[in-house]
């Protein structure tokens, strides 16, 4: 297990590495993107060009300047966007970093609740007209874009039927930290958090399905209804808990990334202060601190995930686990 | 005088078939037989002949929606066919218990071994955990696992394909069931393994006094411990009979086919071993009359109508399907067996 975690930190610093100078190099082989413009404010003098330069390092080689910033990005933590130079980059991440985490959470919560209620019931009640319906409902579930679906729920919710005795109780967008006030960081959520979930309930229940009827050709379920087993016990103690093996790893991966910025789309959508939002006004202004921030902030996670699939993997399949 | 009881299983004229794209597959088309307490069963036939399938048929296992199933498994006098659902599920696994062909994939691979074999006790019994666990360990021990308690707590994959078919046994005995159905239990077995198992069928079936029925595609398995042999051929029993009657004195020209194909050291080597010419018929449209007629050296235009089977040639309790003549029979009848006449 020692040897398993320091390997999977030597992973992490390599993946960092290699994505910090990608990241680097793409930012300073995009044209146009001098920061020395947006630093030096409007119409400078060549001497406040050069002194602007010279502060922010910019007048160095190009791996001075990685050091540099990495340097102050995790030794002094001091690094400030280009953009707007009263924001740390740093702590506006561990800012953003809760309500991510609450928009994410939430919404798996939901997604692997509904997709396994799904995935099952399509299963138990194949061969009826339930079965295909269920599927079609998951395709759309899938097929529906998350902004588009985000827009329409916030027209429904905001606009049209706000005044309805519906969607009365929907706040305006934006969030409140659970610490703040609960019953309003669920209400703020909510919306956020099917809308989100939407995509994953449909493709999940299709592989569960896809999965459960694969599983259930094996012998061993065979071997289970020989023995005499009631059909649920067969299908929840054999059936589901070898599919979990898929699910499982599969979900980890997209946590993973969603709580890495990737559920960015929802978060603008909703207005919804988190780190998907902090990369998507980064990116507009190529404001490349805060970029970079984000991206480290995100392979820090999606490593992490990864850890932790293998180690569930290993503890859902015995013939995987190292013996 | 009371009569007798009714037989441990009987089958009466099963039928099962399967709807497909292509038609109907008869896949065993008026199998009948009984099965006596105690008693060990052989049902040979090449792969689909319709063997496992009304094997599979007896505990209800085959839950293809498009399978159609007629006739009657009399399970002590009452019809397996009629029961309900939960009464089935306690006849199976509890009063009839089956293992299957391939070890390596009939034990779930993400639960320790003995937790399987306590699952198929807590399923029929009413004791506690750790009771089953005991008896799972005892039933590993009885059937030859070394180490039972450390080993019960392995994972299947940790087991051999030899040792797995033991915990299946093992499982399927957890209950003391009347029958034993072994379907093909040593085809995916080494042979030192497979007279291993064999050898522990025949001993295990006194100790818990089962009766089995033991399902293979060779004759040769089923020599040593069956009472009685029966031999299915295009989803049809074509010969039943006792062990010796259908060892030494087979009727069938498909019987003689099997025999023919088991190498042998009793007899002078041939140059190579010979095998049954053409294939298996098919079971959507299969042949008019006799079903073996279109591979049968000896078919004569008797075979055009199909034979019942019932006692001919053979002894008292010895039936088949064919037309020949026993006298005639005789004359070819070991020459057919060396393989001559099927070249002839």
Redesign the interface.
């Known amino acids: 297990m020692a040897l398993f975690i320091v390997r999977r930190l030597i992973g992490l610093v390599v993946v960092l590495f290699a994505i910090t100078v990608l990241t680097f190099l793409i930012f300073f082989a995009t044209p146009g993107v001098d920061p020395t413009r947006s630093l030096a404010g409007r119409n400078p003098t060549p001497e406040t060009v050069a002194a602007v330069r010279h502060q922010f390092g910019l007048d160095r080689s190009k791996p001075e300047q990685y050091v540099l910033m990495m340097k102050r990005l995790f030794i002094s933590r001091d690094l400030v966007s280009y953009g707007n130079q009263a924001l740390k980059v740093v702590p506006a991440i561990t800012a953003a970093t809760p309500v991510t985490f609450s928009l994410v959470i939430g919404a798996a919560v939901i997604w692997i609740l509904l997709s396994i209620l799904t995935g099952v019931l399509a299963v138990v009640l194949k061969g009826s007209i339930w079965d295909p319906l269920l599927m079609i409902v998951a395709l759309i579930g899938i097929s529906m874009p998350v902004f588009w679906l985000g827009e329409v729920a916030n027209l429904i919710t905001q606009d049209r039927l706000h005044d309805t005795f519906l969607f009365s109780w929907v706040p305006p967008l934006g969030y409140t930290p659970l610490t703040e006030n609960p019953w309003q960081w669920f209400l703020h959520l909510i919306i956020p958090w099917l809308t989100l979930a939407a995509l994953y309930v449909g493709f999940y229940a299709r592989v569960l399905r896809a999965n459960l009827l694969d599983v259930a050709n094996e012998d061993f379920v065979r071997t289970a209804r020989a023995k005499g087993l009631s059909e649920r016990r067969i299908l929840t103690r054999h059936m589901l808990r070898t599919s979990m093996i898929t699910f499982v790893s599969l979900f980890g991966l997209d946590f993973a990334v969603l709580v890495g910025g990737g559920a960015l789309l929802t978060e603008v959508v909703f207005g919804l202060p988190g780190v998907g939002l902090l990369t998507y006004r980064s990116l507009q202004s190529l404001d490349l601190p805060v970029i970079m921030a984000t991206v480290i902030y995100g392979a820090f996670f999606i490593t992490i995930a990864n850890a932790v699939v293998d180690i569930l993997y290993a503890r859902l399949d015995p013939r995987i686990r190292p013996t | 005088m009371a009569p007798p009881p009714p037989p441990l299983l009987e089958v009466r004229d099963l039928k099962v078939s399967f709807n497909t794209e292509d038609g109907v597959v008869r896949a065993v088309d008026g199998v009948s037989f009984t099965l006596g307490q105690g008693e060990v069963l052989g049902i040979v036939g090449e792969s689909g002949s319709g063997k496992s399938v009304t094997m599979m048929s007896v505990?209800r296992?085959i839950?293809d929606?498009n399978a159609v199933f007629e006739g009657e498994v009399l399970y002590k006098g009452r019809n397996v066919m009629d029961l309900p659902e939960d009464r089935m599920?306690?006849?199976?696994?509890?009063e009839i218990?089956?293992i299957?062909q391939?070890p390596m994939?009939?034990?779930?691979?993400?639960y320790r071994v003995a937790d399987q074999i306590a699952?198929?006790i807590l399923?029929?019994r009413a004791i506690g955990k750790a009771a089953a666990r005991t008896r799972a360990v005892d039933l590993l021990r009885q059937v030859g696992i070394s180490q039972p308690e450390r080993r019960a707590d392995d994972?299947p994959?940790?087991f051999s394909g030899g040792m797995r078919q033991r915990a299946?046994i093992a499982?399927?005995l957890a209950n003391d069931p009347d029958i034993l159905i072994a379907d093909e239990p040593t085809t995916a077995l080494d042979v030192t393994i497979q007279a291993q198992i064999l050898d522990l069928i025949a001993r295990l079936k006194d100790e818990f006094a089962s009766a089995v029925i033991l399902i293979t595609h060779d004759l040769g398995v089923v020599a040593g411990i069956a009472d009685r042999i029966g031999v299915m051929y295009a989803g049809r029993l074509v010969e039943f009979g006792g062990k010796r009657d259908l060892f030494y004195d087979p009727q069938h020209p498909y019987t003689w086919g099997l025999l023919g194909s088991i190498p042998r050291l009793d007899r002078p080597k041939q140059d190579r071993l010979h095998s049954i010419a053409g294939m298996p018929p098919s079971l959507i449209d299969p042949p008019a009359g006799c079903r073996f007629r279109p591979r049968c050296p000896h078919a004569f235009d008797r075979c055009e109508t199909e034979p019942a089977l019932e006692v001919r040639g053979g002894g008292a309790r010895h039936l088949d399907r064919c037309w020949l003549d026993p006298e005639s029979k005789r004359a070819v009848r070991d020459r057919t067996i060396r393989g001559e006449s099927a070249a002839a």
Request: glycine content about 6%.
């Open positions: 505990l296992l839950n929606p599920r306690e006849v199976r696994g509890g218990a089956m299957f391939d994939t009939s034990l779930n691979p993400v699952e198929a399923t029929h994972f994959h940790q299946m499982m399927a």
